[in-house]
T-cell receptor, first 116, second 113 residues
């Protein structure tokens, strides 16, 4: 959805460096998510947040960290502990908790991270 | 946790034919099943979804069917067109309060003109 802005779109990182991906939404959505996409792997959940100042680990949280200090912002930091960080990262949001028809997940444009 | 299996991984059809993509899920508590279409290099976009209290839902050339007993659901695209070519993902809600989606690995659909 056009109301979810991710930046940068392309990012190159040297091994051993941390990098932060930005995600901002102006949809007034309560919940936000970070997914990672690798070829042939589908989308895997890294972290999610259902409300400000609260977030939970997803299925592949190791090597990542997040914060949710404002409702509209959910930045993701890829740390040097992430062994294979090269991937396409998708931020998403949903209006409220409790996914269902009319309250589903909408994605941002994504950020490509390459480790060089 | 929830596990979603999606088949086939690739599907090639002739323009005008129908395409069917199937998914199974493991968590009997899941009750929301969306389908997303992703074109190359772009974000996934919702194309249709279904709740567990509904067996079938249709939107023009796209339909989704759900069999809760067997824990599988399918996407049907009729009269396929070249612009239907994309990767399609199924997903199922999981967690006690439906707070996240678990995705299948995707199906690359190619519609040949």
């Amino acid at each position: 959805d056009g109301g979810i802005t991710q930046s940068p779109k392309y990012l190159f990182r040297k091994e051993g460096q941390n990098v932060t991906l930005s995600c901002e939404q102006n949809l007034n959505h309560d919940a936000m998510y970070w997914y990672r996409q690798d070829p042939g792997q589908g989308l895997r959940l890294i972290y999610y947040s259902q409300i400000v100042n609260d977030f939970q680990k997803g299925d592949i949280a190791e090597g990542y960290s997040v914060s949710r200090e404002k409702k509209e912002s959910f930045p993701l930091t890829v740390t040097s502990a992430q062994k294979n960080p090269t991937a396409f990262y998708l931020c998403a949001s949903s209006p409220r908790q409790g996914l269902t028809s009319g309250n589903t997940i909408y994605f941002g444009e994504g950020s490509w991270l390459t480790v060089v | 946790g929830e596990n979603v299996e999606q088949h086939p991984s690739t599907l090639s059809v002739q323009e005008g034919d129908s395409a069917v993509i199937k998914c199974t899920y493991s968590d009997s508590a899941s009750n929301y099943f969306p389908w997303y279409k992703q074109e190359l290099g772009k974000r996934p976009q919702l194309i249709i979804d279904i709740r567990s209290n509904v067996g079938e839902k249709k939107d023009q050339r796209i339909a989704v069917t759900l069999n809760k007993t067997a824990k599988h659901f399918s996407l049907h695209i009729t009269e396929t067109q070249p612009e239907d070519s994309a990767v399609y993902f199924c997903a199922a809600s999981s967690g006690g309060s439906n707070y996240k989606l678990t995705f299948g690995k995707g199906t690359l659909l190619t519609v040949n003109p």
